[in-house]
């Protein structure tokens, strides 16, 4: 069996209330054997490589709540949906290496743009045929004429050249629901409310009956999945809460009764906003065509200014909220994700080591392993990053690639520890 010993570490074990420490980290096969303070005694019992990371943190492997493979840096859905699909395989193939060696060990898919490309990566990862985190394969989006993701034209009777899938009734739901099952998918996404990213449907608004969400979640729930929805508006998060449905996307505008039904149900709900794409769309799109005048006018600082206030409230309420989100776009491209929590940090009330926690503890739970994922701890799975800092102290190095000094997956190294002289980092065997 493969043994790691990290010595000289400063361990970030993930909870908030267990401050750092300097410490040993033993790994035996895929799990932490055993972690060790500073002057206690720590012994493979046989051969092992030893790792003398000098003082740098080691922490769990990042998990980004909000995934989507599949989005391919396009500046719009239609730039998304019509990548041939071999080369849209071969996209996902090589995000998904690109995310496991940032940092990201966990992966929750969001939607993908073909019905199987979540399946397929998933698969794919698990099976050893590909490098990539761990990942819950997610179904298209599903939503209703006129609602986001809906890109059919009607001069083209195609309409599996839309971004999402089309239903307009409980039954047209109920037979989407159980394709996307069948491909086996983990979770169903509904699109509960609009987007301002597509004007005709404002992030406000929300567009799916509630017979057609009764009918989404009957089927999740005879299979054991989970369903997630797109949910801007506090109709649609209501909606979502009174379906139990367990993840909800965005959640920019909650009223009180919205904020006290989430206080209630925080036992099984997770929230993962994806904040970035709202400040990127008023500060960074302009060379995509939307300046920030245009993004004004279009929603984006009444939601941003919604989405701080009722986040804010949320956190304070104990509610789970998770970083990641909506990277892909050109305007918040894929493996800069850890910018969330900066954001948690600066704009809504986190401190650093509540955003660390967002991303570790919080991450084991959403992949549904909070008993052996998220913490570093004696016989947790071995996802471990070996950082070159202090996250607590600049929670900004958790997004830079040179401060990402190793990743373990498995109790593999994906990316192993260089041999740095102005680190005085040693390894010998």
């Not at 109920?174 to 597509?198: C, E, H, P, Q, W």
Request: proline content about 5%.
């Amino acid at each position: 069996m493969e043994s790691t010993l990290f010595t000289n570490v400063r361990v970030l074990e993930g909870p908030v209330h267990a401050p750092p420490y300097l410490g040993s980290v033993l790994v035996e096969g895929n799990r932490i054997k055993r972690v060790t303070r500073s002057g206690g005694s720590v012994s493979s019992g046989g051969a092992a490589t030893v790792i003398d990371a000098a003082g740098a943190t080691l922490m769990p492997g990042l998990c980004e709540a909000h995934t989507h493979f599949s989005w391919n840096d396009a500046a719009t859905l239609a730039g998304i949906q019509t990548m041939p699909l071999e080369e849209h395989v071969l996209w996902c193939a090589k995000v998904a290496k690109r995310y496991l060696e940032a940092g990201f060990t966990s992966c929750v898919g969001a939607a993908c743009a073909k019905p199987r490309l979540d399946v397929v990566i998933r698969n794919a990862i698990a099976s050893g045929q590909i490098p990539g985190p761990r990942y819950l394969a997610a179904s298209q989006e599903i939503t209703v004429p006129g609602g986001l993701g809906d890109e059919t034209l009607p001069h083209l009777p195609f309409p599996e050249f839309s971004f999402g899938v089309n239903v307009n009734s409980a039954d047209e739901m109920r037979k989407a629901v159980r394709m996307f099952l069948k491909y086996g998918v983990d979770s169903i996404k509904l699109n509960l409310s609009g987007d301002n990213f597509t004007p005709d449907s404002p992030a406000d608004t929300t567009w799916m009956s509630d017979a057609e969400v009764a009918a989404a979640m009957d089927e999740v729930r005879v299979r054991g999945k989970r369903g997630s929805a797109h949910a801007r508006s506090a109709a649609s998060v209501k909606q979502a809460l009174r379906h139990g449905i367990d993840v909800i996307y965005h959640a920019s505008f909650s009223d009180e009764e919205t904020l006290d039904m989430l206080e209630a149900a925080k036992s099984r709900v997770f929230v993962a906003p994806g904040i970035a794409i709202l400040y990127a769309m008023l500060h960074e799109a302009e060379p995509y065509g939307i300046t920030h005048q245009k993004a004004v006018q279009m929603g984006y600082q009444v939601e941003w200014d919604a989405a701080v206030e009722s986040l804010r409230a949320m956190h304070k309420r104990g509610i789970r909220i998770l970083f990641g989100g909506d990277y892909g776009f050109a305007m918040t491209p894929h493996c800069q994700n850890a910018r969330d929590l900066e954001f948690f940090v600066k704009y809504l009330g986190f401190t650093p080591a509540e955003a660390v926690r967002c991303a570790t503890v919080y991450g084991g739970e959403i992949m549904m392993r909070g008993h052996e994922l998220g913490q570093v701890k004696e016989g947790y799975l071995a996802d471990l990053l070996l950082v070159d800092g202090d996250p607590l102290a600049n929670i900004a190095i958790l997004r830079d690639p040179k401060r990402i000094l190793a990743v373990m997956k498995d109790g593999k190294f994906v990316k192993s520890p260089a041999i740095e002289a102005e680190r005085e980092m040693r390894w010998a065997a």
